[in-house]
Every structure is written in C-alpha cells, then in structure tokens.
C-alpha cells in the first residue's frame, strides 16, 4: 500500500524548468501585448483620429490668420497678400 502512494506522486521537472517557464510567461505577454495594443487603438487613437477629421473639416486657415491678425496676436511681419 505505501509503494502504491509512493508511485502515484509525479517526478518533479529536473530539466528544462526555466525553458518551460519562459514558454509560458513569453506567451503570456505576446497575448497581453497583443490585448493591450488592441485596446489602445479603439479606446484612444480612432477617437482621436475621429477628433482631428471633424477640426480639419470645418477648419480654415486664412479664416485664422486674418482672426489672429486683427487680434494683434502675430508679430509684425511684411505682407505677403
């Protein structure tokens, strides 16, 4: 009876202990990269390239200029009109 308990238990992994930890961890962080960097481009970068389309849409630059110009806001500078 004692030397079937004995032959139930399994031998500890002498050998290729760190390779198997590193295939396993290595996995983990590729699958986690992978989660993260999806995430990252639905949560923060389509939002914000939604963002910039809709300010360039409407944006006009000479509609600016003329805006900052009459506010003082730019140096004086020869014009080039």
Known sequence: ?????VARIAK???R?????????????A???GIVGSIAWKIGV???RKR???D??????ADK???RMKEAGVLPPFPEVE
């Open 1 to 5: 009876m004692a030397s079937e308990a």
């Open 12 to 14: 500890p992994q002498l």
């Open 16 to 28: 290729g202990l760190f390779r198997s930890y590193l295939k396993k961890h290595i996995s983990i």
């Open 30 to 32: 590729i699958v986690l």
């Open 45 to 47: 970068m389509d939002p």
């Open 51 to 53: 963002a910039y389309a």
């Open 55 to 60: 300010f360039y849409r409407t944006y006009d």
């Open 64 to 66: 600016e200029y003329k």
